[in-house]
């Protein structure tokens, strides 16, 4: 991800998951540059100095107190976007692996596979409306664990950190289907299950983990680096209005001498 993409990211953060420190702490730096530095600041150069005696000045002042307040919301968003990614996991795991939709789409794929092998009789295909497949052995269980980490590919990239357009990668269903079926105890064959079964779920759920450690990452050093950047332009936002505010000032005095 380049600089704007990580900063509308760290924007997305901020915006879907409320903090109220990231809040109090924007306003607080807003009114810092507009009252603090705006007024208070001019009035040390200059005892009749108002915010909106000099309009240019005034709204320089607004502009620079909202850029102030907005690096402060992105930093915060990059700094709490680990924590947030994090989250998704459990809660994108949750949710995929109880989808019905995708359940099901992992069964027919899953039955594609396993009926021309036989072992399947007197069972109803689903996209009949059947509800069950005869696992035969451990073989049969990769299969259907494959079809659930293939199926979950597409749905995941409309969820949590992916949505918002991070790269989401995956392992080889091939890949996670062994690892799963290795690390479930083994039953004993054959049974039947249903699409909301032990292997479908544990192979959705391995692909989020995947994508989410993945996500953070490739996250990692644009966020740290975005962080940086803000930190520096909003060192720079500081002492524009330092510099500004007792030049507009000063010159006030000596074009009103009255003053």
């Not at 359940?103 to 072992?119: C, D, K, T, V, Y």
């Not at 996209?127 to 980490?149: C, D, H, M, P, T």
């Not at 500004?244 to 009103?256: F, G, M, R, S, Y």
Request: aromatic share 12%; proline share 5%.
């Amino acid at each position: 991800m380049n600089t704007f993409d990580t900063l509308e990211f760290s924007y997305l953060v901020i915006w879907n998951d409320f903090d109220l420190a990231a809040w109090v702490w924007a306003i607080f730096s807003l009114l810092f540059v507009f009252v603090v530095l705006g007024l208070f600041w001019g009035m040390m150069w200059n005892r009749k100095w108002g915010i909106f005696g000099h309009l240019a000045s005034a709204f320089l002042s607004i502009f620079l107190a909202l850029v102030l307040g907005s690096v402060v919301l992105a930093w915060f968003g990059a700094a709490r976007a680990d924590m947030w990614i994090e989250r998704q996991r459990e809660v994108i795991s949750v949710q995929l692996a109880g989808s019905g939709i995708i359940n099901r789409s992992a069964f027919r794929l899953a039955w594609e596979s396993l009926q021309p092998l036989g072992g399947q009789g007197n069972l109803t295909p689903p996209s009949e409306g059947g509800n069950e497949i005869r696992v035969n052995n451990a073989k049969e269980a990769q299969i259907l664990a494959r079809a659930a980490a293939d199926a979950v590919k597409l749905p995941m990239q409309m969820n949590g950190p992916f949505a918002f357009g991070v790269r989401c990668e995956f392992r080889d269903p091939m890949i996670v289907a062994d690892d799963v079926v290795a690390a479930i105890p083994s039953p004993v064959y054959p049974l039947l299950v249903s699409p909301d079964n032990v292997w479908s779920k544990a192979a959705i759920v391995a692909q989020v983990t995947f994508a989410v450690e993945s996500a953070i990452k490739v996250l990692s050093l644009p966020l740290e680096n975005l962080k940086a950047s803000l930190v520096w332009l909003g060192l720079m936002v500081i002492f524009i209005q330092l510099v500004l505010i007792p030049i507009v000032a000063t010159t006030d005095i000596k074009d009103n001498p009255k003053h």
